[in-house]
């Protein structure tokens, strides 16, 4: 299997604070990892870096995706090769409805790809199927982009973006934050099925009960900015059982 | 210090020209108007109503005026079309100052509803003229009295009671000339009880003579009486446009108001609302978009002086380059307007670090049992949001053009009419786009 | 409701608390205004040379200037020519050239609560008293002395520290500023001088505490802070004056200078004589306050609670010029019966990253007119600067006014300005609930209205601010009907 995504000793600081300390991590193609960890281990911190967030500096190290040098893509041109991010703290933005949004985004990443852009109908006809899929009221459609929904419609509508934009590397980070058990559920199988054997996922979480839904092949623990453990879906139990404090503990 | 003395001297000098085609009472208030502009000259930029806004220096080029009304009106009409897709309206036109009528292809206005020259409805309503013109635009500032001294045309719509008009009436003026010139327009608009009109006023010009026009429009609303009014500044940078816009309502008539400047030179409206009766409503909403050298100031008062009242006031600015926005919005609640509901709106977007924005919002409240806020901001483009949209794959530009219209849409919502509020919002997305707009079958501006 | 208004009607009538007159025997000069006044002030004071031009040119210049028209004040005319710009209390002594105070004033300071023995004063507070134009007694001066701090009346500043006074003075408020600061510049007669040497945090408040007593008598004092570098200061200021049916003039000028990584905090509580409830007399209060935070990270907080006074005009002003540098105004200001107030503040953005908070909250009650004015200024270059605005007015009443005049002027993309402006009233639901839990009408408008001011008057020091509450119910007396 092909190495999708290669990141070598990667330091990134915020406000000139070094928050990733040399993180280093090989995803293949199909594999989906599971990144844990104590809070304010930089877990978000990785996934912002991964696409472009300009607050963040990345001041050693490398970060190769499909073969690319990743940080000299900006943001837009990561997203259309196919690296989606369904943010912790997803934005509202008033006056953009979705539908405007949606087909903005499809269209340029059309674009990039030199394909020409999407038809009206076309277009209508796929946000009505990947509606479905994620369970979004065709209410929320209309609406302006994440604005007055409540948190387990913003997950939902992230996931609907990711069913739209079909990336190859989607990055869920704390995606099950906020929920209850049946968003949770909805959320993960849209997921799921948006799951096929050349994707890959990394999902950042720190608790186990996302990882009922959405099984990871491994499984790694970030802390103080390194990865200080990486095993098999069994250390997601081992985690649950013993909490962090034995991972603090030796680090 | 200020050439009012020019103008002055040219008034006098042509006063019975001046006279010539107009009606009895246009004279007779013209002659009280040029006593007090003699007495004030044009304001200057100590006077607080004008701060920011140097208009004694744009009457100072060496404009054209015709007195002896000699532009020819008529090779225009028709050919300058100003058609709104999906928007059918019954047209009139200004060229220069003088109204011009459409050929509305034989479809006739509701009866007893008159449009047209004042000085033909005063043949037959000479009280209404007598009771009405000039009544609420006297107490004007120094600009005002300036437009009655010289005004020899006014364009009257009048429509009486329990009239209701359903197709939009729309009035086209555009600039018609091969000199630097100077117009004065002006309208009256006389609504009786539980009357009903969309009135739709583009002001055009294509010229790049350089040119001045003071405007000023007197709408007078019975009780009940409700105008959707949309104004829509399309002209150049060689352009001036001093508007003036004062309105009266009695008991529960509504007003809704939107106001427009989408390319401009140097503009300034004001807009007074006079709330004069229980129950009336008035929403202004204004959107001024500007780049270059452009200067837009807005200035409003809403004059509470009725119990029960509401208004509603959003004001919304996005500066690019080297542009300058004023606004300065009042709401005076009087001590008989009780129950008053107020709300004022204020939100700007400096794009460029060249551009300017003055905001002046303010509130003057002597009633105690009223509901008045406003707010004003001054801010960018939200960098989370549009790094949320670059994550998406949306490039940055697109992005931000996305939040420009996003921001601008706010106002063009409040347009009643389905078509307009289309057009508009493909021509304000033209405008981020440094597009030109045309109109379609437009033959003046190619 | 009838019974309501008897109370009301009863407590309306009660005294304005500090409004007895002293018998002092105080010097006054002659009324009137021309340079031989001026020289002679100036002699009296004993002033170097330098000083008197600097008064002379300022008052060639007030001569050229005409009174400002543009508040939203009615200010009767004013006879500057029928007031006396100097009245000294202090006796003479012709054996010692030290002044000697007489019993009388010190008796005068205690009944204002003002005690000028230090053992008795407010503890960790130093005092600079003033009445009419000179300073009587500053405490505790010796103690502050030991950490290098000057605290003392100007005129003795003058005479001590001559090249810091020529350094400073006039620096911050140009003598061409407004009508106001060019009168003040040409008579003013004394007032603070706070100088906090680099590294120093003054370990006590330093207060300045304002009366007039004498008749026919302007009030021009002048005070003067310098916070050198990582200092900090707090300084308070409270001012009263007799009852009297003429009008008296006070234009002061408080000029703040504060270097780098310096803070200061002043604090003002203002009860002048507010006029009787028909609106005869009060004082008219002119000042022209503004502190310059010249320094990186410094930072300058006004806090104001203007009770007093028939007339306010008073915008105390933070030029943000040093990157970094912050600015707060936190005013609460309450007007009743006849009083006009058009208060509010400038706060001018010029370096890089500044930041600048205003809350003020207004209270209109009897047949008051009560305006905020504010204007919030980013220059081209003042990269990042960040503005908050919110003002409040509260309405007692249907015959007074409440205004908000705000201006923003902006001239850098990357400035985030925020103004905000609520009116309202106190609901019959509030009083009744109130009531129902057994609380009066009275005390519960006092309540809320405290509660409503709060924010503000949380940046106070403890003491003021249980005398600034106080103020506010008894200022409210005979308000709500």
Not at chain 1, 220 to 226: Q, R, T
């Amino acid at each position: 299997m092909e190495n999708l995504l290669e990141i070598k000793n990667l330091h990134a600081t915020i406000d000139g604070k070094e928050i990733l300390k040399g993180i280093n991590l090989t995803i293949k193609a199909g594999e989906v990892h599971a990144i844990m960890g104590p809070n304010g281990s930089g877990k978000s911190t990785l996934s912002n870096v991964l696409v472009g967030h300009p607050a963040y500096t990345v001041t050693e190290g490398e970060i190769i995706y499909k073969g690319k040098n990743l940080l000299e893509l900006s943001p837009e041109d990561r997203s259309h090769e196919g690296l989606f991010l369904s943010f912790q703290y997803p934005v509202e933005i008033p006056g953009v409805s979705i539908t405007n949004f949606m087909r903005a985004a499809i269209n340029a990443k059309r674009e990039y790809l030199g394909q020409e852009p999407m038809n009206a109908t076309e277009f209508l006809k796929m946000m009505r199927e990947k509606r479905a899929m994620v369970n979004l009221d065709s209410k929320l459609a209309n609406r302006s982009v994440n604005e007055g929904f409540s948190g387990g419609e913003k997950k939902r509508n992230e996931i609907f973006q990711m069913a739209m934009l079909e990336p190859t590397l989607s990055i869920l980070d704390e995606t099950d934050s906020g929920l209850d058990i049946d968003a949770l559920r909805i959320v993960a199988e849209g997921v799921n099925k948006l799951k096929r054997e050349d994707t890959s996922s990394i999902v950042i979480t720190h608790y186990q009960r996302l990882l009922d839904y959405i099984k990871p092949d491994i499984v790694h623990i970030l802390y103080k900015g390194k990865i200080v453990k990486t095993a098999g879906p069994e250390l997601v139990m081992e985690l649950e059982e013993r909490g962090y404090d034995w991972i603090k503990n030796e680090n | 210090m200020n050439c009012g003395e020019e103008y002055i001297e040219l008034f006098e000098k042509n006063r019975e020209l001046i006279d010539k085609p107009c009606t009895r009472k246009l004279n007779d208030e013209r002659e009280k108007a040029f006593i007090s502009f003699k007495a004030q000259g044009f304001p200057g930029i100590k006077d607080e109503n004008w701060l920011h806004t140097n208009v004694a220096k744009k009457f100072a080029t060496d404009y054209g005026m015709d007195l002896a009304r000699k532009a020819n009106t008529n090779e225009v009409r028709n050919s300058f079309t100003c058609d709104v897709p999906n928007l059918k309206t019954f047209k009139g036109y200004i060229v220069n100052d003088s109204f011009v009528a459409a050929d509305n292809g034989g479809k006739q206005l509701p009866q007893g509803v008159f449009i047209g020259s004042i000085n033909s409805f005063a043949e037959s309503h000479a009280e209404l003229i007598d009771r009405y013109y000039n009544t609420l635009a006297q107490k004007g500032d120094s600009v005002v009295q300036f437009n009655t001294s010289f005004t020899q045309e006014c364009i009257v719509l009048y429509i009486p009671k329990n009239t209701v008009i359903e197709e939009t009436i729309q009035i086209v003026a555009f600039l018609q000339t091969n000199v630097d010139i100077l117009t004065n327009r002006r309208m009256l608009v006389i609504m009786e009880e539980n009357s009903s009109a969309s009135l739709l006023l583009c002001d055009h010009s294509s010229t790049d003579k350089k040119s001045l026009s003071t405007e000023v429009t007197e709408i007078f609303m019975g009780g009940g009486a409700s105008l959707d009014l949309y104004e829509l500044e399309e002209t150049t940078d060689s352009n001036t446009r001093l508007g003036n816009l004062f309105v009266k309502q009695e008991h529960d008539s509504r007003f809704n108001h939107c106001n427009i400047t989408l390319t401009n030179g140097f503009t300034r409206n004001y807009v007074e609302v006079v709330l004069d009766g229980e129950g009336a409503e008035t929403n202004i909403n204004g959107l001024a978009i500007g780049d270059k050298h452009q200067h837009i100031d807005n200035r409003t008062l809403v004059d509470h002086r009725k119990g029960h009242c509401t208004s509603n006031e959003l004001y919304k600015y996005i500066l690019d380059e080297d542009s300058t926005g004023v606004f300065a919005g009042k709401m005076l609640i009087r001590t008989d307007a009780q129950q008053t509901v107020s709300q004022q709106t204020n939100r700007n977007l400096c794009l460029t670090s060249c551009a300017h924005m003055y905001a002046q919002p303010q509130l003057e409240i002597y009633a105690d049992d009223v509901k008045c806020s406003h707010g004003s901001t001054v801010g960018q483009l939200d960098e989370s949001a549009l790094f949320y949209m670059q994550q998406r794959g949306i490039p940055a530009d697109e992005a931000r053009h996305l939040l420009m219209y996003a921001f601008a849409g706010e106002v063009t919502d409040n347009i009643k009419l389905e078509a307009l509020r289309e057009r508009l919002h493909i021509l304000v997305e033209k405008r981020f786009r440094g597009e030109l707009n045309h109109c379609k079958r437009c033959n003046l501006c190619k | 409701m009838k019974k309501k208004n008897n109370i009301l009607k009863k407590l309306a009538n009660k005294a304005y608390e500090f409004g007895f007159v002293s018998k002092i025997k105080t010097e006054i000069i002659e009324s009137g205004l021309n340079e031989d006044i001026i020289r002679l002030i100036s002699k009296k004071k004993n002033e170097p040379e330098w000083l008197l031009e600097f008064r002379l040119t300022a008052y060639r210049h007030w001569l050229t200037l005409q009174m400002p028209t543009w508040a939203h004040l009615n200010i009767p005319p004013i006879d500057y020519q029928a007031i006396s710009y100097y009245a000294d209390p202090l006796k003479k002594n012709k054996e010692n050239s030290n002044k000697e105070i007489d019993p009388e004033l010190m008796k005068t300071f205690e009944k204002l609560g003002i005690p000028l023995e230090e053992r008795l004063a407010l503890s960790g507070t130093a005092v600079d008293a003033v009445m009419d134009s000179v300073s009587v007694k500053t405490t505790f001066k010796e103690e502050l002395k030991e950490k290098g701090i000057i605290f003392c009346s100007m005129s003795e500043a003058v005479q001590e520290y001559p090249d810091l006074v020529r350094k400073y003075l006039g620096s911050v408020v140009n003598y061409r500023d407004n009508f106001f600061a060019a009168l003040n510049t040409a008579v003013f007669s004394d007032g603070s001088f706070v100088y906090i040497p680099k590294g120093v945090r003054c370990p006590m408040e330093l207060s300045t505490y304002f009366r007039i007593n004498a008749a026919n008598t302007g009030q021009f004092e002048r005070t003067l802070i310098v916070a050198d570098d990582n200092s900090y200061v707090s300084y308070l200021e409270g001012c009263t004056a007799p009852m009297r049916d003429e009008n008296q003039l006070h234009a002061a000028i408080v000029e703040i200078i504060v270097n780098d990584n310096a803070e200061v905090k002043y604090s003002t509580v203002q009860n002048w004589y507010p006029g009787d409830a028909e609106g005869k007399g009060g004082v008219y209060n002119f000042v022209t306050k503004r502190g310059d935070c010249r320094g990186r990270n410094s930072k300058l907080s006004w806090t104001q609670v203007e009770t007093g006074s028939a007339i306010t005009w008073k915008y105390p002003s933070c030029v943000l010029r040093g990157d970094n540098s912050q600015g707060e105004f936190y005013s609460v200001a309450l007007t009743n019966n006849y009083q006009q107030a058009d208060t509010g503040t400038k706060m001018i953005h010029l370096g890089k990253n500044t930041r600048s908070t205003i809350i003020s909250k207004g209270i209109s009650a009897g047949k008051s007119q009560n305006s905020y004015r504010g204007l919030v200024r980013v220059s081209k270059n003042a990269d990042g600067a960040r503005n908050y605005s919110q003002c409040d007015s509260l309405l007692l009443g249907n015959e007074c006014g409440a205004h908000t005049f705000p201006y923003m002027d902006i001239h850098n993309n990357s400035a985030v300005i925020e103004h905000e402006a609520t009116t309202s009233k106190i609901s019959e639901e509030q009083l009744f609930y109130c009531n129902q839990r057994g609380i009066g009408t009275e005390e519960a408008i006092g309540l809320i209205v405290n509660g409503y001011a709060k924010e503000v008057l949380n940046k106070l020091p403890m003491e003021f601010a249980i005398e600034a509450q106080k103020l506010l119910s008894v200022s409210l007396e005979g308000a709500v009907g």
